[in-house]
């Protein structure tokens, strides 16, 4: 998965996911607060709402119509250069 950045629309802070990271673990090592379990994409813990952006989905939870307006941190890249998240 390529690099990205991820921006959280309530705090505005804006973060580097690298070639490689999820963008769970760069929000956790950040201090943003996500639950996580599974961190494969299949148990739904990490289900986060984006607001814009086109993220690549990699999850076995989400539905066609779901993936339009959240994603799996833990597992989810992006297509875009940036990702704005509900957080
Ligand atoms: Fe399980 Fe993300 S931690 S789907």
Do not use: W
Request: negative net charge; charged residues 25%.
């Amino acid at each position: 998965m390529k690099a990205f950045r991820v921006r959280l629309a309530r705090s505005g802070l804006e973060l580097f996911v690298a070639e490689g990271r999820s963008i769970a673990s760069v929000l956790q090592e950040a201090g943003v607060e996500l639950p996580t379990s599974c961190e494969q994409g299949i148990c739904g813990t990490c289900r986060t709402t984006y607001l814009e952006g086109e993220p690549e989905h990699n999850d076995f939870v989400l539905t066609p119509r779901e993936q339009e307006s959240e994603l799996m941190p833990c597992c989810a890249g992006s297509r875009s250069e940036l990702l704005v998240l509900d957080l």
